[in-house]
């Protein structure tokens, strides 16, 4: 999502819950009684992902390491959107049900700005449009060539959302004491 919109839709919620509707109508996003089980899964797949990144980093797998990033958040924003009872088909959907769930509840406004550029904008040439970019080259393409210090900022950076969504999940009604 381009930065404008982005803060179009952090200072207007009116905005959200419009774009939100629309992608309802489109069957985007879907309404679904949260399991806690699968949120915890979703939650369990971003650890074993930062773990995979730091045995990737270590035999200097660094492809796998920008693909291991990617998926770390992408889960970790998924176990927060199920917990709100939502699931979701792109990542602009994911932004819209984070904002409206979680802005001034967990998430605030450099969180949300912070997740658009790691993980959902696809437009701007942001940080994410790098990591995304190195996420597809690392999965598809021939060259396996990276640096390590891009690599261990992807890492660090992953690392910090997922710890917050722990966080975040922790002080949730249906509170996950396991996390």
């Given at each position: 999502?381009?930065?404008?919109?982005?803060?179009?839709?952090?200072?207007?919620?009116?905005?959200?819950?419009?774009?939100?509707?629309?992608?309802?109508k489109k069957k985007i996003i879907r309404k679904q009684s949260s399991d806690k089980n699968e949120i915890l899964g979703h939650v369990e797949k971003s650890e074993h992902n930062l773990k995979f990144i730091l045995d990737n980093l270590r035999m200097g797998y660094f492809d796998w390491c920008i693909t291991?990033?990617?998926?770390?958040?992408?889960?970790?924003?998924?176990?927060?959107i199920i917990a709100r009872?939502?699931?979701?088909?792109?990542?602009?959907?994911?932004?819209c049900i984070l904002i409206k769930e979680y802005y001034k509840h967990g998430i605030n406004k450099e969180d949300v700005k912070l997740i658009n550029k790691f993980f959902l904008?696809?437009?701007?040439?942001?940080?994410?449009?790098?990591?995304?970019?190195?996420?597809?080259?690392?999965?598809?393409?021939?060259?396996?060539?990276?640096d390590r210090k891009i690599v261990e900022e992807l890492r660090l950076k992953a690392i910090s959302f997922v710890n917050k969504v722990k966080e975040i999940l922790r002080g949730q009604p249906k509170r996950y004491k396991s996390l």
């Open positions: 999502m381009k930065i404008k919109e982005l803060n179009r839709l952090i200072e207007h919620l009116d905005l959200v819950n419009k774009k939100i509707k629309k992608y309802e291991g990033c990617y998926y770390a958040v992408y889960h970790a924003a998924l176990a927060l009872d939502h699931v979701s088909k792109n990542h602009d959907a994911t932004l904008d696809y437009q701007d040439l942001l940080f994410y449009i790098h990591s995304k970019n190195r996420r597809e080259e690392a999965t598809y393409s021939s060259s396996y060539k990276f």
